[in-house]
């Protein structure tokens, strides 16, 4: 399957991809956990010193290859984030400003963790970046393009994909920009972008659609068209997604050709 094929096959019915995911054993046990205890730490030193909370809460904000900044983390959930100038503005990388956000202990206190809601979203989140981890290890251009349908459209300068660095990887492919640029200046790296995409694209489900399609053309271009078979859960569903569409193209994926080939 190619990259984009791949990626359509979730991006077309993902509610029930993430349910699937969320029911493996490694995603349901670790989700137990962080259900039955978040609300037990009632402030940033509780979360951040409790291993297995922090790590679940960091991953599902795309933070796990951080998991080891606890110092870091800890002020970050000190100083909130009722100013600009506080550290989780300050660090310049959108998925530490959300988890503080999540995690305001500055202003909610030790009521923080008590939300139904901030629990739900948390574990949602956890899920969908199980997944898409997941998929990365088979193809990791399909691992990129879901991130990128996720996190683009939230996305409201090119200074927040040049913060990113999946978001940027998925650009940088797209329209073929070598990565050495990210020794230049940040300002001309941001000028340079800012001349070849319109960030509020990514707002137009269309317009998103087709910039995914064009990176995943010039994914599978540079690195070649996935040939993995994947895990015994992606296999299941990629059957079923077949059986639905009785064994035809899918017209998703048709749109999706076309909009490329128009872009």
Not at 146 to 160: E, H, M, N
Not at 192 to 203: E, G, H, T, Y
Not at 221 to 237: E, F, P
């Amino acid at each position: 399957m190619t990259t984009l094929s791949s990626y359509l096959s979730i991006a077309r019915d993902a509610a029930r991809w993430q349910s699937v995911t969320a029911k493996a054993p490694d995603v349901a046990i670790q989700t137990k956990y962080f259900e039955a205890n978040i609300g037990k730490a009632t402030s940033a030193e509780e979360l951040v010193d409790n291993q297995r909370l922090f790590a679940y809460a960091m991953k599902a904000f795309g933070l796990g290859d951080r998991i080891y900044a606890k110092g870091l983390m800890k002020q970050v959930l000190k100083q909130g984030v009722g100013s600009a100038t506080t550290l989780a503005y300050k660090l310049n990388d959108p998925n530490i400003l959300a988890f503080a956000k999540a995690f305001d202990f500055a202003k909610n206190g030790a009521q923080t963790t008590s939300s139904s809601t901030l629990v739900k979203s948390v574990t949602d989140q956890y899920t969908r970046n199980a997944l898409e981890t997941d998929q990365s290890t088979q193809n990791g251009g399909v691992g990129l393009a879901l991130y990128f349908q996720r996190k683009a459209p939230a996305i409201t300068s090119v200074y927040g994909l040049l913060a990113d660095k999946k978001l940027l990887k998925v650009v940088q492919t797209a329209l073929d920009i070598s990565p050495m640029t990210a020794v230049m200046p940040i300002d001309r790296q941001a000028a340079m972008l800012s001349k070849k995409i319109k960030v509020a694209d990514f707002q137009d489900a269309t317009k998103l659609q087709s910039f995914i399609a064009r990176f995943a053309a010039q994914y599978d271009y540079k690195y070649g068209a996935s040939s993995a078979t994947g895990s015994v859960y992606s296999n299941a569903i990629l059957l079923g997604a077949s059986q639905d569409m009785g064994g035809a193209i899918g017209g998703s994926l048709l749109q999706a050709m076309q909009a490329y080939r128009a872009y």
